[in-house]
């Protein structure tokens, strides 16, 4: 009797543990792996090949309406020059997350979105000519920032109209921006296919260089474009010559740019019905760290919305508002470079500034 039910027991606990595995392996086979191709392709044709065309519009934009300035200079069109100039900058704060494959390749971020600039060197160059814009020593007397510079410093219109060296200068820099990209997108192109199926993590692997490039950018936002002016990193010494974009005052505008370009990033798209982060987070269960990232996104840009003045101007009157953006960017480092990442397998490889 007592053998009957011994062996009533366990072939009990045998079917219990049968039927467990049997359940486990049918709500595996009810979750399928997350399609991390569909997030690549996603990225690559809704987000990055859009951004890079409108980029190369802008560009040329910016050629057309300077050429036209070079030939007429008058206020009204260095206004144009100008408007133009705005578009293609604010258009780069998508653009260089995306610093890997053709972009990386070509050097081109480090060339284009370098700042601030070197003002001796751009006169030095200008006044001695004989230069080589692609020399490393002129690596901060190139890009947007110097055009912020060339296009915005005091008299500018009577530079350009007195000094053909000044214009001449001021156009290479723009040829030279347009010329490159126009190789990247054009490889960019090439890349695609290999970048949507390149799903792995290790850190070679495309999905590994977005989430890395991602972060990276981020760090530079919250670093470059406010930590460092802010005096963040000096003792909380106050640092405006290293404040992008200075010279037109539109550093907080490309700080909120930047902070849109990320989100959009994050949610797949602006409406979030594309595959991004967001949507692997959510199939990993970790749905509270999802809306706690999108949330904070939207609370760093909402906050740069209330300021009104340039960031040098608030630094001077409004330094606890700027604290409290700071702290707000700050606060989601730890989301997207440690929660997030260590949820998706994939290792940061950089080297930032400050060890956060």
Known sequence: MNWMKTSFVYISLIALVLLSFSCKKDKEEETPEFNKSELLTNVANNIITPAFSEFEADLNALETSFLLFQSTPNQSNLDLVRADWKAAYMQWQTVKIFDFGPMRDNGF???????????????????????????????????????????????????????????????????????????????????????????????????????????????????????????????????????????SGISLELLKESMLALRMVYLGDNTSSGQGFYDYLIHLERSSLAESINTRFGSIIVKIGT????????????????????????????????????????????QDSDGD
């Open 109 to 247: 971020k480090g060339s284009t979105g370098t700042y601030p600039t070197d003002s001796n060197q751009v006169n030095s160059n200008i006044a001695n000519g004989g230069y080589s814009l692609g020399s490393v020593d002129n690596v901060d007397a190139i890009g947007f920032s110097a055009l912020d510079y060339l296009f915005y410093r005091s008299n500018a219109l009577s530079d350009f109209t007195t000094s053909s060296s000044y214009m001449q200068y001021a156009l290479e820099v723009i040829q030279k921006i347009k010329t490159e990209f126009t190789v990247v997108n054009t490889q960019w192109a090439s890349y695609k296919s290999s970048f949507i199926s390149s799903t792995g993590t290790e850190s070679t692997s495309a999905f590994s260089l977005l989430v890395n490039e991602f972060n990276r950018d981020y760090e530079l936002a919250k670093n470059a474009k406010l930590g460092i002016p802010l005096g963040k990193q000096s003792l909380d010494i106050q640092l405006p010559e290293y404040i992008e974009a200075r010279h």
């Open 307 to 350: 300021f009104n003045n340039s960031l040098e101007s608030e630094m001077s009157s409004n330094v606890s508002g700027l604290n409290e953006l700071y702290s707000l960017i700050e606060g989601q480092v730890v989301n997207i470079k440690t929660d997030m990442t260590s949820a998706f397998g994939v290792l940061i490889t950089y």
